[in-house]
């Protein structure tokens, strides 16, 4: 079972540290330490929240684009 903020205008839990991680790991300046640390405070926050699955919610303008391309 999926875990949820359950507010529509409220991010997704934990949205905050995997963006940390991801912005970590594809910046120029690439840290594997500081990216540990993020890491880190992500498992945390899913461990704390009890998240089970991530997923990303695609927008509709960009599906909209994918369909006329095809």
Known sequence: MEKTSGSGSAPPFCAQEALDLLNCVT???????KCIRFLNALRDCVLD?????????EDNNAAADSDKKN
Do not use: C, M, R
């Open 27 to 33: 910046g120029a300046g690439f840290d594997q330490e």
């Open 49 to 57: 929240k009890k998240v089970k699955k991530f997923s990303l919610a």
